[in-house]
Every structure is written in structure tokens, then in C-alpha cells.
T-cell receptor
Framework: QQQVKQSPQSLIVQKGGISIINCAYE??????FPWYQQFPGKGPALLIA?????SEKKEGRFTISFNKSAKQFSLHIMDSQPGDSATYFC?????????????FGIGTKLQVIP | DTAVSQTPKYLVTQMGNDKSIKCEQN?????MYWYKQDSKKFLKIMFS???????INETVPNRFSPKSPDKAHLNLHINSLELGDSAVYFC????????????FGPGTRLTVT
């Protein structure tokens, strides 16, 4: 049962373009939504995270848009660069209530071509 | 300073053998995890410990046994290795149990032949 649905599974973007990765969730108890970036041969690393009290969070070229009513959130990478080529995972978890495991999306392999 | 470290980075072994992977975090976090990442890159949680106490055990064969000697260390022992155990295993830690970012180690690539 995939509680966080991520799309697309792969994405090719030209340098300078906008990369968009979408995620949708079902569990209304989720209220913490991080994105992780993973380079080949490395562990995932936190890129940016959002809580549902805001609809957008921006850090440099990376922006999370969050739509609570639609239960969707997305990652936008502006001015995509070849160095952004990596696999991106969205994730979701509840914010409280003792231990709650993080649910990851299946990942999106992004390739930014020069 | 490495935040979450794992050893070994690569592990090649034959079916039926027993092997261990070690993990240490120097972030002062209370919660640690083991994840399995298959060839399709899907991240699947296996175990989670909070202050040395097992809190999550996700339908993992009992050939896999985690051990947390203290809250900075979480080891994974695998008995009777099978071909299907080949994967990358990641250790991670977080400050608290819910709603917090996880810090991942570099991974251990296990190949069972």
C-alpha cells in the first residue's frame, strides 16, 4: 500500500528549465513533508521540508508547494542545473503522537542535460 | 565530522553466511533506523530504535536482528544470507520520533552471491 504517491518516476529537463515533482498522500494525519535528495552512491539527504501551516516554502532554487485540501505537495527546482541530477524522494509523517514512521515516495530520477 | 557513519561500505558474501553492519551517529539523536534500498531505489524501513528501545519492526525476516548497545549505535546482524538480501542498507537517525528530518549514513552495499 503506497501511502505517498510520487510522480514522475523519471524526469529529463534541460539546463535552466524548471523541474517539477509531484506527490500525493492519503493519510490526513500526515503533517510533516520533507524532500530528500540522493546522489549515486550516497545516502539520501534532506533538501527542504514543509509543515501544513504554510502553502509554500522556498530555499534558493528549491520550492515546495503544498495543497492541504487536495492532499498534494510538489517540489519545484528553478533554473535546473546538471548538478541537480539525482534521485528525489518525497516523504510524509505525522508530527506527533509518539513514534510514527516516515513514509517515502518511490523516488524520481532527475536528469538535467546541458 | 561524519554525522552518521556505517561500516563496511561494501560487503560481498556467499549465501548462507552471517554478516553484520555497524552504524554510529554523533548527532546526539535519540532515534535510529535501518532502511533497505532495492535496485529500484525504493526505501523501505526495516527497524527503528528510540533510546536503545525497538519501536518499529516492519515485517522483516527474523534472520535480521538489530542491536542498539547505546543510543549512538545501531548494528544490524543478518543470519543465513539469501540472494534477495542483496541491496543497499542505510542507517539513519533523527532528533525525535515523529515529524523530524532524518540524517542518513552513506550506505552499505551488500551483495550476496
Amino acid at each position: 500500500q503506497q501511502q505517498v504517491k510520487q510522480s514522475p518516476q523519471s524526469l529529463i529537463v534541460q539546463k535552466g528549465g524548471i523541474s517539477i515533482i509531484n506527490c500525493a498522500y492519503e493519510n490526513t494525519a500526515f503533517d510533516y513533508f520533507p524532500w530528500y535528495q540522493q546522489f549515486p552512491g550516497k545516502g539520501p539527504a534532506l533538501l527542504i521540508a514543509i509543515r501544513p501551516d504554510v502553502s509554500e516554502k522556498k530555499e534558493g532554487r528549491f520550492t515546495i508547494s503544498f495543497n492541504k485540501s487536495a492532499k498534494q505537495f510538489s517540489l519545484h527546482i528553478m533554473d535546473s542545473q546538471p548538478g541537480d541530477s539525482a534521485t528525489y524522494f518525497c516523504a510524509a509523517s505525522p508530527n506527533s503522537g509518539g513514534y510514527q514512521k516516515v513514509t517515502f515516495g518511490i523516488g524520481t530520477k532527475l536528469q538535467v542535460i546541458p | 565530522d561524519t554525522a552518521v557513519s556505517q561500516t563496511p561500505k561494501y560487503l560481498v558474501t556467499q549465501m548462507g553466511n552471517d554478516k553484520s553492519i555497524k552504524c554510529e551517529q554523533n548527532l546526539g539523536h535519540d532515534t535510529m533506523y535501518w532502511y533497505k534500498q532495492d535496485s529500484k531505489k525504493f526505501l523501505k524501513i526495516m527497524f527503528s530504535y528510540n533510546n536503545k528501545e525497538l519501536i518499529i519492526n516492519e515485517t522483516v525476516p527474523n534472520r535480521f536482528s538489530p542491536k542498539s548497545p547505546d543510543k549512538a549505535h545501531l548494528n544490524l546482524h543478518i543470519n543465513s544470507l539469501e540472494l534477495g538480501d542483496s541491496a543497499v542498507y542505510f542507517c539513519a537517525s533523527s532528533r525525535r520520533q515523529a515529524g523530524d528530518s532524518q540524517y542518513f549514513g552513506p550506505g552499505t552495499r551488500l551483495t550476496v552471491t
